[in-house]
T-cell receptor, first 117, second 117 residues
């Protein structure tokens, strides 16, 4: 079963507008972490933002914010004031604690964002 | 500070040939990850090292894949023999895992794009 679900394979947004990329997750753990990464055409994964399961406030990093709704198990990424350089693939990921006491990361299938001039 | 370095960036081989990828993590990072990313998909973990110990290799196809992390620093991932289905981008990432921290951000290298003909 998918543990990270990104239902939007592709999204368009007009430059300077805000856009929300959806992510839902599935875990029975109480302690976990949620990440968003950006992957431009060059291929490198760039860390954007992190939300811990016990964090009471939504994470924000510059133009990025994470709309964390724990009861609904969703961790949507909001990009405000979109720029042409935001065009890329965006991946949601979850970090779980394994039975061996180490961490494991699980990625979604990604959303391709295209910012229009 | 230098990021995660991977080489080669691109590799084209014929099926049944061996291939090796090299990764140099960020200095001081104790945890190293190898991921495989198929076209249009998110990264999938192959193996994770904490220092020189492989703590999670459950997703590594051990009949043809092998990995090592010498002295807990550089790592190599090998495929022998390669199959057509191994064509993908192989990503290396590293992090400084602190037990008392819930953050543990991963930093990714640019990846090696493997094409098996």
């Amino acid at each position: 079963a998918q543990k990270i679900t990104q239902t939007q394979p592709g999204m368009f947004v007009q430059e300077k507008e805000a856009v929300t990329l959806d992510c839902t997750y599935d875990t029975s753990d109480q302690s976990y972490g949620l990440f968003w990464y950006k992957q431009p055409s060059s291929g490198e994964m760039i860390f954007l933002i992190y939300q811990g399961s016990y964090d009471e406030q939504n994470a924000t990093e510059g133009r990025y914010s994470l709309n964390f709704q724990k009861a609904r198990k969703s961790a949507n990424l909001v990009i405000s004031a979109s720029q042409l350089g935001d065009s890329a693939m965006y991946f949601c990921a979850m970090r779980e604690l394994t039975t061996s006491g180490t961490y494991k990361y699980i990625f979604g299938t990604g959303t391709r964002l295209k910012v229009l001039a | 500070e230098a990021g995660v370095v991977q080489s080669p960036r691109y590799k084209i081989i014929e099926k049944k040939q061996p291939v090796a990828f090299w990764c140099n993590p960020i200095s001081g990072h104790n945890t190293l990850y190898w991921y495989r990313q198929n076209l249009g998909q998110g990264p999938e973990l192959l193996i994770r090292y904490e220092n020189e110990e492989a703590v999670d290799d459950s997703q590594l196809p051990k009949d043809r894949f092998s990995a090592e992390r010498l002295k807990g620093v550089d790592s190599t991932l090998k495929i022998q023999p390669a199959e057509l289905g191994d064509s993908a981008v192989y990503l290396c990432a590293s992090s400084l895992v602190r037990r008392q921290s819930s953050y543990n951000e991963q930093f990714f290298g640019p990846g090696t794009r493997l094409t098996v003909l």
